[in-house]
């Protein structure tokens, strides 16, 4: 397994398997994304995200880009089948590499309250906002979203 940093040509050349994946992965609990959310540009989008291959195949990509200094994962997926191999975990070490070479100092992604998946972010280091601090980064937000973000999601981060 490899794991490559995502840039436009590779998008568009495996976009078909990155869409199944999430399709498979996503519908269930969340918005599934487009063409247009893979290929959207975001600050060190591009040298931050990575896409794991195997024999070929797309097994799994992991999608961040630089959030005031804060490397922030977008979207992190594997293929159903391929997950429980660490390959997530991999993905996860790939950004981190990345985000030290950027000089940024965390890494963040926002998850739902789910045990399975607070438990992949544990097994790698990562930790949880407090209640205070979520309430804090969600500010920007209307009262009635910051409600809805609070009950379903955490913010995990690691400190790089
Ligand atoms: C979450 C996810 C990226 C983890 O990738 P992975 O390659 O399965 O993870 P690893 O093999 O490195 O780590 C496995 C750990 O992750 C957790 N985990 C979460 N979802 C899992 C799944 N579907 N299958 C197996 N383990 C899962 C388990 O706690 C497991 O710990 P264990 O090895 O002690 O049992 C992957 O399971 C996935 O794509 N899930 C669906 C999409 C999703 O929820 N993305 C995260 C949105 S924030």
Request: without cysteine; glycine residues 6%.
């Amino acid at each position: 397994m490899k794991i490559i940093t995502l840039s436009k040509a590779n998008i568009k050349k495996r976009m078909a398997e990155l869409l199944k994946i999430d399709v498979d992965q996503f519908t269930s609990w969340g918005t599934v994304w487009q063409k247009e959310n893979f290929l959207y540009e975001l600050p060190l989008k591009f040298k931050l995200s990575g896409i794991a291959i195997e024999n070929n195949n797309v097994v799994g990509f992991l999608i961040a880009s630089n959030k005031h200094g804060t490397a922030h994962i977008h979207r992190i997926a594997v293929k159903p089948g391929s997950t429980g191999k660490n390959i997530g975990s991999k993905i996860l070490d790939f950004l981190e590499k990345k985000a030290k070479k950027k000089k940024l100092n965390k890494i963040s992604a926002e998850t739902l309250r789910k045990d399975q998946l607070i438990n992949f972010y544990a097994k790698n280091g990562f930790k949880k906002m407090t209640f205070k601090e979520q309430l804090a980064y969600a500010q920007g937000r209307s009262p009635k979203e910051r409600r809805e973000f609070l009950k379903k999601s955490v913010v995990i981060f690691k400190d790089l």
